[in-house]
């Protein structure tokens, strides 16, 4: 049997919660769906309290992240596609990037954006926004290439005080 991609993300994901009291998720349908991809699936029952379904509106998604970041939490946020990162804009480049650097306080969000893995999805659900986030001040941009990356850079994600897309 192979790991997956999701398998990766899910396995680092609940490693996070169980080792870390200041880690939650939120995101659209993550709860008791387990996500768009199911790389939530089965974590509310295992951590209730810490995986919650957030509404769909992306950007008061990060602005909450970062109020809860700026507080000493460390949220990961997932939304379920890349192309409505655009949406929540705003908050990931000129807060969540920015904040350090105006106040000396650290925004340790992890902001998850599925993309490129959706066959059929046309011009829908396929964007990839990387070399944006990647050209704002602040903002991390990893990108895995394979199944250990995604695993081992999701939990260096979380640990690090800057905002990561």
Not at 2 to 18: C, F, G, M, P
Not at 52 to 76: L, Q
């Amino acid at each position: 049997m192979s790991v997956t991609y999701i398998d990766a993300i899910h396995q680092a994901q609940r490693e996070l919660l169980a080792e870390r009291n200041d880690v939650f998720l939120y995101g659209q349908d993550i709860g008791g769906f387990g996500g768009a991809f199911k790389a939530t699936k089965g974590l509310l029952e295992e951590f209730p309290g810490r995986v919650m379904d957030s509404p769909i509106s992306e950007d008061a998604m990060v602005g909450m992240a970062i109020g809860a970041a700026i507080s000493g939490m460390r949220p990961i946020v997932e939304m379920q596609f890349a192309d409505f990162s655009s949406i929540a804009f705003n908050q990931i480049a000129n807060h969540a990037g920015t904040h350090y650097y105006r106040t000396g306080t650290p925004v340790p969000i992890t902001v998850r954006l599925p993309c490129g893995g959706t066959p059929g999805s046309g011009p829908f659900h396929s964007q990839m926004v990387e070399t944006l986030y990647a050209h704002y001040p602040g903002i991390i941009v990893p990108t895995p290439a394979t199944v250990s990356d995604a695993y081992h850079l999701l939990k260096e994600s979380v640990v690090i005080d800057d905002p990561v897309v």
